[in-house]
Every structure is written in C-alpha cells, then in structure tokens.
C-alpha cells in the first residue's frame, strides 16, 4: 500500500476526530434538573385533584362530609409538599451564601526580618535564617 495513502487516512481519521472532540466540547451542558421538580410535579397533581374533587362534588357525586374530608387531606398534603419545597429552597441557598471568597496569594515571609519571597525558601535569602512554612 503506498504510505501516502496510509498518511492520508491517519490525517482524515485525526481532522474527523478533532472535529467531533470539538463540537462535542462546545454543546451546551444540560440544563440542571431542579431537585424539587418531583415536588412541584406533586403539588400540581395535588391542585388537580382538588379541582376534580370540587367537580365532583357540584355533580353532587360527593355527599358534603366526603367532600370536606377528601379536601382537608388534600390541602393537608399540599402544606407538606409546599414545606418540603421551602426547605429544599433553603437547603440550596445555604452553600451560596457561605461562598469562601477567592484565597489570597500566599506569600513567604521571614519570620525574622519579613523579607518576602515569590518562592518557598528552606533559609531566608536576605537574613539566612531558617524560614517556616508560615504564611
Ligand atoms: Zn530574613
């Protein structure tokens, strides 16, 4: 086989390849899942029974103490669910309040004549002196 064809599958096969790695680099990230979606999917289907059951019960399906029972279980459940919602909220607010801001640039310094030094030294290069690991 002639090596220049070889050479020129290996440079197709390698331009295809860093055309794929690219665009796999550039697509969007997937949009988070918000971890209360469950929820809101509940208190949503919590509303439809409500509306239902208030349905129900002006086709006079219900009698009125089945009604006001069914109901007060359901907006029960939906205290709970809109609870849960709130506390998920402030389980999530907490880590971004408590953000550590952006570390300083450690520096060393002699502890005995304060010279500062961009690299980490065993002995001061001003005074000769041992240097800690101390900031
Ligand atoms: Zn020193």
Request: aromatic residues 8%; positive net charge.
């Amino acid at each position: 086989m002639d090596p220049s064809l070889i050479f020129g599958a290996l440079l197709g096969a390698g331009m295809i390849g860093f055309l794929l790695f690219i665009r796999f680099k550039d697509l969007p990230k997937p949009a988070p899942v918000s971890p209360f979606l469950h929820l809101e999917e509940r208190k949503a289907s919590i509303y439809e029974n409500l509306r239902d059951l208030q349905f129900e019960y002006r086709l006079d399906k219900l009698s009125d103490r089945d009604y006001q029972a069914s109901k007060l279980q359901l907006q029960k459940e939906l205290a709970h669910v809109m609870a849960e919602i709130d506390r998920v909220k402030a389980e999530l607010g907490q880590p971004l309040k408590v953000a550590p801001p952006p570390a300083p640039k450690k520096k060393n310094v002699c502890g005995s004549c304060g010279a500062e030094f961009e690299k980490a030294l065993k002995f001061c290069g001003e005074c000769g002196k041992p240097m800690g690991q101390t900031s």
